[in-house]
């Protein structure tokens, strides 16, 4: 089984600075995980994921994410946030080997203020 | 490329009818579609899950009667809310799985349903 925590239900950030949003995750088996965003009313689009290899993984927007298998963390960052970057982002894992249930995270709200 | 597709968008109905959601994939062959409700400021709950062929494998809580499923194809699944009310009222997404790839899924627009 797995879960995933994220850690903050609501980020505010002014526009133009940096932002991490937090991602934590457990489980027993070798892992897949991505990040997802969702704007009002609308489906998820996928925004990176990591499957292997490097664990800095560049995703869409210019977003990134760092797999860090000791800490059990795949946290999004940011450089510089824009006003179109308001939405909602999960987290979610599922094990690398044959089929198995994707786990989402409760989502974390980004607010850019002007 | 994996383009994933639901329709309608957007759906009113009176309670007591039935609706019914499709989702397809466009471009790739899914063997397995998933299919989520999501409530407002909620993750996504996984519903159930669609191989093409065979019978939907239901989470625990979800009625199988209720929620009705069928993947007559590699490319279409549906769902059917029979017999709808107010508490169905939700924002339904579905998501496919390529045939041959890895655990990954690409997810539909959604679908708000509204029952009165």
């Known amino acids: 089984a797995q879960s995933v925590t994220q850690l903050d239900s609501q980020v505010p950030v002014f526009e133009e600075a940096p932002v991490e949003l937090r991602c934590n995750y457990s489980?027993?088996?070798?892992?897949?995980l991505f990040w997802y965003v969702q704007y009002p009313n609308q489906g998820l689009q996928l925004l990176l994921k990591?499957?292997?290899?490097?664990?800095l993984v560049k995703g869409i927007n210019g977003f990134e994410a760092e797999f860090n298998k000791s800490q059990t963390s795949f946290h999004l960052r940011k450089p510089s946030v824009h006003i179109s970057d308001t939405a909602e982002y999960f987290c979610?894992?599922?094990?690398?080997?044959?089929?198995?249930?994707?786990?989402f995270g409760i989502g974390t709200k980004l607010q850019v203020i002007p | 490329g994996a383009v994933v597709s639901q329709h309608p968008s957007w759906v009113i109905c009176k309670s007591g009818t039935s609706v019914k959601i499709e989702c397809r994939s466009l471009?790739?062959?899914?063997?397995?579609m998933f299919w989520y409700r999501q409530f407002p400021k909620q993750s996504l709950m996984l519903m159930a899950t669609?191989?093409?062929?065979?019978?939907?494998?239901?989470e625990q809580g979800v009625e199988k009667d209720k929620f009705l499923i069928n993947h007559a194809s590699l490319t279409l699944s549906t769902l059917t809310v029979t017999s709808a009310h107010p508490e169905d009222s939700s924002f339904y997404i579905c998501?496919?799985?390529?045939?041959?790839?890895?655990?990954?899924?690409?997810f539909g627009p959604g679908t708000r349903l509204t029952v009165l």
């Open positions: 998501s496919a799985s390529p045939a041959g790839g890895p655990n990954e899924q690409f």
């Open positions: 489980s027993s088996v070798s892992v897949y």
């Open positions: 990591y499957l292997s290899g490097s664990t």
């Open positions: 979610a894992v599922t094990g690398s080997g044959g089929y198995q249930k994707v786990t």
């Open positions: 471009d790739f062959q899914a063997t397995t």
């Open positions: 669609s191989n093409e062929g065979s019978k939907a494998t239901y």
